[in-house]
């Protein structure tokens, strides 16, 4: 049998405002998207087996920096901050809009996005425009599909259904996988695919 991917060390690094993360570009990166509250922060500590690594909260727009993890000395975790929370202002929203600009015209390190949406809701306008982003980058992403606890098994088929529809088109899709981080439902298969992305055989 594989022995499943072992998390050894995790450590917070450092913030970027600006998106430019040069200073760390040698290494593998893994990047977590998602509009706010969907539970990005939530779900690098559930894999990351940490209480609060990264911060979460309640109010939308907790993460307003990215924010780098490095896991086993060898590669990044990129908490990107949520889009599409309403208090937020139009200069706010546009100062997010070129952060993540910047940070993805920098880099050529991403090797996997983690495009992290709520299994009970449609995707939004700003979903798809990420995802199309990393379509057109040709990033490879797993579309997370969080807060699977709060669905039966049931209603888990259906929208599992929709959102492979939805999605029919896209060519970096890798995989629908419904998650939890508060039971840690789908870990193991997660973190399969973590393996294989930073040993580069996802492409
Ligand atoms: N039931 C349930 N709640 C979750 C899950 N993941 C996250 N949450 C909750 O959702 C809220 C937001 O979680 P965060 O991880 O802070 O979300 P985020 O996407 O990082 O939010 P921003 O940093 O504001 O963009 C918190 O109250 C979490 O406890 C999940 O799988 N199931
Ligand atoms: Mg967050």
Redesign the pocket.
Known sequence: MNESFKIISSEYITSSASGKNIEIEEFRQIVFT?K????????INSLLNRKNL?K???T????RLINFFLVNSSFYFV?L??YG?AAVSKTEKQKWKNMIEVFFRNTKSVKLAFS?LDIRHPPTENDFSLIRMFESLKIPQIIIL?????LSNNELFVQMKLFKKIFSEFETIFDFVP????NHFNREKVLDYLDKAVNEEIT
């Open positions: 998602g706010s509250n969907v539970g990005k922060s939530s779900l990264a979460t909260g309640n939308p727009g907790k993460t908490d901050p949520g929370y992290i969080n807060k699977k606890d709060k998650y939890s981080s508060v």
